[in-house]
């Protein structure tokens, strides 16, 4: 064996074949590729529990006439790769082994990511893994963090189950002398994964001028229910400042009134003082 390929580490981590015997289902474009190892795979699949390890490997194929040198890393998924630099002999296919983890505690689904390489020059290369975490679907949410404002209501939906949920609103409002909002259910523009936190607005619109409302938003998703209450006061603060002034005012105006009045009836007059001085 060559002395290139004996530097390029242990049988263990790193195998290496020559292009006369390697499997022909490497994809080999101009250049060097990147493929999975033993069969035409066009991505890594994977499945387990959450807290398992699964491995794979990959293969890096050099058709040409010099060694590359490539960088090898995961994206979006905690992937392992037994090297992350490797160097590849003309017309030689290196296969390196990895690890792709399920993590504990991860809701079950779908997960994406990659596995990439790229030379000196900046060319890459990557091949899709897809990792399905197993484990039973349980649908739940909460609404939380009700308020009411002068521009609407918001609100947060928090998925606590273990799968993708996409949430339908209803919303209610009951006030003093009646019901003053009622909204029938209808599908809101989100999709929610498992674990994830949305804050949300429902706009209101000819809302009450005067009155003390119960507001009552009820969430449903794939048999999942959740309902949150809060209580609003509506008050024309402005209209009743205006109000206020204008009691002011007349209260300051008669107040004046009165107190002038009540000087000129303890001031005695002039034609009084002169007939007494008569006498």
């Known amino acids: 064996m060559p002395s290139a390929v004996r530097a390029l580490g242990p049988p263990l981590l790193l195998m290496l074949t020559l292009l006369g015997t390697a499997s022909p289902a490497a994809a080999r474009p101009a250049g060097w590729s990147l493929a999975p190892a033993g069969g035409p795979r066009p991505s890594f699949y994977a499945e387990g529990v959450p807290g398992t390890a699964l491995q794979d490997t990959v293969a890096v194929t050099n058709p040409g006439r010099t060694p590359v040198t490539v960088r090898l890393r995961g994206t979006g998924l905690p992937v392992v790769l037994a090297r992350a630099t490797l160097t590849v002999p003309a017309r030689t296919r290196a296969e390196v082994p990895f690890t792709v983890a399920a993590p504990s505690g991860s809701a079950p689904g779908d997960r994406s990511g990659a596995i990439e390489a790229r030379d000196g020059t900046g060319r890459t290369a990557r091949v899709p893994v897809r990792l399905r975490i197993s484990g039973p679907r349980l649908a739940a949410l909460t609404v939380e963090h009700l308020?009411?404002?002068?521009?609407?209501?918001?609100?947060?939906?928090?998925?606590?189950?273990?799968?993708?949920?996409?949430?339908?609103?209803?919303?209610?409002?009951?006030?003093?002398?009646?019901?003053?909002?009622?909204?029938?259910?209808?599908?809101?523009?989100?999709?929610?994964?498992?674990?994830?936190?949305?804050?949300?607005?429902?706009?209101?619109?000819?809302?009450?001028?005067?009155?003390?409302?119960?507001?009552?938003?009820?969430?449903?998703?794939?048999?999942?229910?959740?309902?949150?209450?809060?209580a609003a006061t509506f008050v024309p603060w402005g209209t009743l400042g205006a109000l206020a002034g204008l009691a002011a005012t007349a209260t300051a105006f008669l107040v004046r009134r009165r107190a002038r009045r009540t000087r000129e009836s303890e001031t005695p007059s002039r034609e009084a003082e002169l007939t007494g001085a008569v006498a």
């Open 147 to 230: 308020a009411v404002h002068p521009d609407g209501i918001t609100y947060q939906l928090v998925n606590r189950g273990t799968t993708v949920l996409v949430p339908t609103l209803a919303v209610r409002a009951d006030g003093t002398f009646g019901r003053v909002l009622d909204r029938a259910p209808r599908p809101l523009p989100v999709r929610l994964a498992p674990g994830a936190r949305r804050t949300l607005s429902e706009p209101w619109h000819g809302r009450p001028f005067l009155d003390r409302v119960d507001v009552r938003l009820t969430v449903t998703a794939d048999g999942a229910h959740a309902t949150a209450t809060t």
